[in-house]
């Protein structure tokens, strides 16, 4: 199965650029194959010397001074927290490589790779489970935690990978999955991209180079997609919860594939909203193109449960039901929470400024019944400003958000958590957050 990956690599000089969570992958993976290989390590932390002190054959540089050696090197593994926003790599775009094109490119095996602001997450675990469900052999690798090299050699021929992809990973691939799902695009990440439009097109790459024989699932109710042209040799399959002569449509509780009944929403399930019930419609388009079982896939679908930060329920206390959402990091992700939860009296939000707009949101919580709107630092700052006939309490950490929220929040009502901020600069990132504020609400 790996014999074409491993034919790439094993000559080439290679540099594995950041070692967090995937480049430590990268590393493992190649130096099994090849245990006296020479790899080039950098990274702008000193301290990551210390893991590959007993590696004769690990090199380390640190920060930029890789970018005066590139022409030393024929592929470059890019992890995807690493931002070339002001960087000129005109003179080695070419070489730049990551696990996920080298798996597309080289390992013969279906996939399906699932991008989005927001939800990608929630999808991709969905569709992991309705494969297991229908006995398919499956893996769920990516942006859900879990880098793609680090389970490379376990996959076999049958193997159905299905893959979270961020806009990073995705932003300098030249190969597609098989099948593609763009579920939506909004503001996000501009901190790490040179413009808007840079953004959107990374997303786009997911659909770019693929073939006649793929597929290519896009959310065209969604207004940055609706707007730009997706340009694939792929078969488009459109996704409308409005639009009646979309590929998969809503009719009242039931979505509709080309035609044919594919899900009922019958409230058994558990992960709540209609931004998951669009999620779903992909998932049941994608089961009907691989011919799985209806039956099979709906009870999969309604028996997977949300994931940890997303809407979770944190528990009642002193007739105060909690819930955290630390993973809303855009405006439309809290409307989401709110919309769904509908009994809120008090929300927390607020976090790293990376020049999202909050109007839309601001003006959603002054014609909204919430009472209470605890605001962090720093776009809750601006967010304060706009409020209108609320309560609003501006505070420096989570912990005195927590504490004002026990005070002011009614009983019998909600407390949430949806920051429609990043969290990056205050934590470590939204599970960091997320758990401070469980272990906050349960004191």
Known sequence: MLEKLLNNLREKNILILGFGIEGKSTYSFIRKHFPKKPITICDEKEDYEKELAQDKYAKCIHGNEYLECTQDFDLIFKT???????????????????????????????TIGITGTKGKSTTSSLMYSVLKNNGKNTMLLGNIGIPIFEKLDEITKDTILVLELSSHALQYIKKSPNVAILLNIFEEHLDHYKSYDEY??????IFKYQTERDYALYNIDNEVISNKDVKTKAKKIIVSMKKEDADVILKGNEIYYKGNLAYIDDEKRHILGNHNLNNIMFIVAVSDILGLDFNLTKQAIDECMPLEHRMEYVGKFNDIEYYNDSIATIPEATINAI????????????????????GELIEYINNSKIENVICLPKTGEYIAEGIKNKQVYLVENLSQAVKIAKEKTKKGMICLLSPAASSYGYFKNFKERGNLFKEYVKE
Do not use: C, W
Not at 89 to 107: A, R
Not at 200 to 205: E, Q, S
């Open 200 to 205: 959107i097109d990374a997303k786009y790459n």
């Open 339 to 358: 919309e769904t939860l509908k009994n809120i009296n008090t929300l927390i939000v607020g976090g790293k400024d990376r020049g999202v707009h909050q």
């Open 80 to 110: 995807p927290g690493i931002s070339f926003k002001d960087i000129d790599i005109s003179n080695f775009q070419d070489k730049i490589t990551s696990e996920l094109e080298m798996v597309l490119e080289f390992v013969d095996i279906f």
